[in-house]
């Protein structure tokens, strides 16, 4: 069992950055692949980004591709996601989310059912 718990949500300018973290503890970091989801109001929770359990295979939602960057540090337990060039339309909750077993899970596998532990979310609002 692993527990996650993301930090670096906040307020910002369309145009702007922000970087979230995700901690993780309980369990080996590299057994898991990681992924970030986000939910906005009144919508369904949706695919961000992932990557594999050894950091060498990264996919992303087109709606953010050439944005975003997911990284992980597993000295350091942690997952990364760098947002540049934000957007109204990413304002949402960010959810960390862990799968363990497969090494590089494809894109399509990341279903909010497939996912085995959840964060409990970050909230990042974008300003216009």
């Known amino acids: 069992q692993v527990q996650l718990v993301e930090s670096g949500g906040g307020l910002v300018q369309a145009g702007g950055s922000l970087r979230l973290s995700c901690s993780a503890s309980g369990n080996i970091f590299s057994l898991y692949a990681m992924a970030w989801f986000r939910q906005a109001p009144g919508n369904e929770r949706e695919f961000v980004a992932s990557i594999s359990r050894n950091g060498d295979s990264t996919h992303y939602a087109d709606s953010v591709k050439g944005r975003f960057t997911v990284s992980r540090d597993n000295a350091k337990n942690t997952l990364y996601l760098q947002m540049n060039n934000l957007k109204p339309e990413d304002t949402a909750v960010y959810y960390c989310?862990?799968?363990?077993?497969?090494?590089?899970?494809?894109?399509?596998?990341?279903?909010?059912?497939?996912?085995?532990?959840w964060g409990k979310g970050t909230l990042v609002n974008v300003s216009s």
């Open positions: 989310a862990a799968r363990p077993g497969l090494s590089s899970p494809r894109a399509t596998m990341w279903s909010t059912d497939w996912v085995n532990y």
